[in-house]
Every structure is written in structure tokens, then in C-alpha cells.
């Protein structure tokens, strides 16, 4: 974080446009002024372009990767398919018949031969209360 994320974030006074905040931005930062780090080059945040086949995943809901991410990346990705999972957050892998999706891409390395329809019947993820699950 200290030498890829944090030289990117905002300024202090800059952060209405940012959603983590300043509570976060400082909690993140913080460490950074005693940990030995070199920031990243530039380049680093350009995108990259490929034609090797790929799986997007994004869940509708998601605060951390949102799907705007998803179609940035599918613009230089020209064989790829960007799946949002309605009503999830972040890491969706493992909701619904994802799995499933997820292991017919890897064996036919074919994004366009999926059928995702079983994706929109991906019901809300349970509430739980604690880090172990529901």
C-alpha cells in the first residue's frame, strides 16, 4: 500500500471527491511515514491491454472494486466478459452458480461460449454478524 496506493490517493483537501475518506485516508498514510517503502512508477496505474481470454467479475454492490473497474479493464480486454453479480458486494466468486461459470471459462478458455443467465437469479448474500459467516 505504502509504495502502489498511497502516493496515488487524494490531498487532504481534495478528499470530497474521494470515498474513503479522511479517517481512512489517515489510517492507511500513517504507517507510511516510518515504513520503508519506494512509491511505484507512474506507469503502473496505465492500463494494459491483452487478448488472452478473461473472466471479469464484479458484484453490483461492490465499494471496493466496483463495476466501473470491471468495464475500464474490459475496454483494453477485446476477449473478455465482465459478469455484475446483481445484488452483491465484493469477492463473488463463490455466490451462485459463479463457481461454476468460473470453471467452464478456465476448461473452454472461451468467454463468449458461457451461458450467464443462471446470474440473474443470484439471490441477496445472508447477513451475518460476525467474520466466520452467517
Keep these: 500500500m505504502c509504495g ?3 502516493p496515488f490517493y487524494p490531498a487532504a483537501g481534495d478528499l470530497a471527491e474521494s470515498y474513503l475518506g479522511e479517517q481512512m485516508v489517515e489510517a492507511f498514510t500513517a504507517p507510511c511515514a516510518v515504513w520503508p517503502h519506494t512509491p ?4 503502473v496505474r496505465q492500463p ?5 481470454p478473461t473472466l471479469l467479475l464484479s458484484g453490483e454492490y461492490d465499494p471496493v472494486t466496483p463495476p466501473a ?3 475500464i479493464v474490459s475496454e483494453t480486454f477485446p476477449n473478455s466478459l465482465h459478469i455484475v453479480a446483481p445484488g452483491q458486494g465484493h469477492n463473488v466468486f463463490f455466490r451462485g452458480c459463479l463457481p461454476t461459470l468460473t ?3 478456465v476448461a473452454s478458455a472461451d468467454p463468449g461460449a458461457l ?5 440473474e437469479r443470484l439471490d441477496a448474500p445472508p447477513f451475518f454478524l460476525r467474520f466466520t459467516g452467517p
Aim: hydrophobic share 40%.
Design 103 to 105: 470453471a467452464e471459462f
Design 115 to 119: 451461458d450467464t443467465t443462471c446470474v
Design 69 to 71: 473497474n470491471g468495464e
Design 40 to 43: 511505484a512508477e507512474d506507469a
Design 48 to 52: 494494459i491491454a491483452s487478448s488472452v
Design 4 to 6: 502502489e496506493d498511497v
